[in-house]
């Protein structure tokens, strides 16, 4: 007789993250998976909201993305066709208090999410590989340090982000949506990602120039920079990339699109996560792990491209590129000097 105690062994962190999510007796919490889900994560998920007291309903649906070319684990979050299309499951999402998003790549960058969360439903992913939950549980404390963050994009006009590298870029504020992720959703109507803890915005435009330095982070292609490459940015837009093989990477992934949107940035903002490992990426197979790592590690800038849902760009074509070493201010005032977060 053969026994597999690995959702077993994992039921305790999935148990400590729902308390996190303030999950309450008898709330009604959906875990959403795809066939291709980690079983472990489902399996322990059921148990931990179980003994939680929640009303847990596992639902699978058919796995199928709308990238024309899907991939695992990119964190591009385009959702799946079977909810797409599907209105008794999208009623279920819409109707619970809870959703656990175990698919591959989650509802991030999607319009369902909105109407999901429109819904009162709030909504965690959790995509990453064990040891990158465990390692980065968050507490608490978390949301209000990524609020008080967050207050500073709201009130300020520009950001700066320089290094030694060559970066200089200026990214307008204005009506920039500033929003944050701490870890853990408890209330209604919001998503968040477990792991995760940043603060972002949506600028509406941005110029100067982006240098990737050797060890910045490529993601969805999880490598790590080799040598630096140059990005010129005009209207918040890539006028221009130069470098070596990294940079010629880049620009075919972008040319593969073919898709004007690829070219624009989307969010940026910088990392709070003090647990995270920004090696983590290394020691993984690419479809074990998210990246969450280097997305949201304290003191990164992380700036991405192509989808924007304030300025009506849905391209599938994304970018998330984590960097570190970065300076980084808001009107003046100091939030990350040279990769370490300014307190
Ligand atoms: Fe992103």
């Known amino acids: 007789m053969t026994y597999d105690l690995r959702a077993v062994d994992l039921e305790v962190i999935f148990r400590r993250e729902f308390e996190l999510c303030n ?8 875990v959403l998976a795809e066939p291709s889900s980690r079983a472990d994560y489902v399996a322990a998920s059921f148990g931990a909201l179980k003994s939680l007291e929640a009303n847990v309903i596992q639902a699978t649906v058919p796995g199928g993305s709308p990238v024309p ?19 008794l499951a999208q009623n279920l999402l819409f109707g619970a208090d809870m959703v656990v998003d175990l698919t591959n790549e989650g509802f991030i960058h999607t319009p369902l999410r909105g109407r999901i969360l429109n819904a009162g439903t709030r909504m965690l992913f959790v995509a990453d590989a064990p040891e990158v939950l465990a390692r980065n549980l968050g507490q608490k404390e978390d949301k209000d340090i990524a609020k008080t963050a967050v207050e500073i994009l709201k009130r300020g006009k520009e950001l700066l982000v320089v290094s030694d590298a060559g970066t200089e870029l200026r990214a307008s504020l204005d009506d920039g949506h500033p929003g944050y992720q701490c870890g853990f959703v408890d209330e209604p109507g919001r998503w968040d990602h477990w ?4 603060v972002v915005a949506w600028p509406k435009t941005s ?6 330095a050797p060890g910045d982070v ?33 620009e075919m992934f972008l040319e593969d699109a073919d898709d004007e949107e690829a070219y624009f940035l ?10 995270a490992d920004w090696f983590a990426l290394s020691m993984y197979d690419k479809e074990s792990n998210m990246g969450m790592d280097a997305r949201a590690k304290a003191g990164n800038f ?31 005032h100091y939030v990350v000097k040279q990769g370490v977060l300014v307190s």
């Open 195 to 198: 792991p995760s803890h940043m």
């Open 69 to 87: 070319l899907p991939s695992v684990h990119t964190g591009s979050g385009a959702g799946l066709n079977a909810v797409n299309a599907n209105p």
């Open 302 to 332: 992380l700036f991405s491209t192509g989808p924007h849902p304030f300025m009506g760009r849905s391209t599938f074509n994304h970018f998330d590129i984590p960097m570190r070493g970065c300076t980084i201010s808001v009107d003046g």
């Open 207 to 212: 110029y100067g120039k982006i240098v990737l």
């Open 218 to 250: 490529l993601l969805p292609f999880k490598s790590y920079v080799q040598e630096p490459v140059t990005l010129t940015i005009a209207a918040g837009r890539i006028a221009e990339i130069k470098g070596g093989a990294d940079a010629r990477l880049l």
């Open 266 to 275: 989307s969010h940026m903002g910088w990392g709070l996560m003090q647990t």
């Open 23 to 30: 999950v309450q007796p008898g709330e009604s919490v959906v």
